[in-house]
């Protein structure tokens, strides 16, 4: 199992937020939503999986002559 850690959003909008968190909670990522000290908009924060390599580029839709 790949380690995880907590990842913070920059500050935005209560329905940014909302559908941000709705996104996470669909893939079953643990989230929390805190707001910002001048009460002007959110943090959101979500626990993502750490992994030792990053992934692989799909070469699937690119041209060849491109790479």
């Known amino acids: 199992m790949a380690k ?3 990842f913070t959003h920059e500050i935005m909008s209560t ?4 559908d941000l968190i709705k996104q996470y909670t669909l ?3 643990q989230t ?3 707001l910002s000290a001048d009460y002007r908009g959110w943090y959101v924060s979500a626990l993502l999986p750490e992994y030792k390599n990053q992934p692989r580029q799909s070469y699937v839709w690119q041209n060849p002559m491109w790479r």
């Open 15 to 18: 329905k940014q937020a909302n």
């Open 4 to 6: 995880s850690t907590w």
């Open 32 to 34: 929390s939503k805190q």
């Open 27 to 29: 893939r079953n990522i």
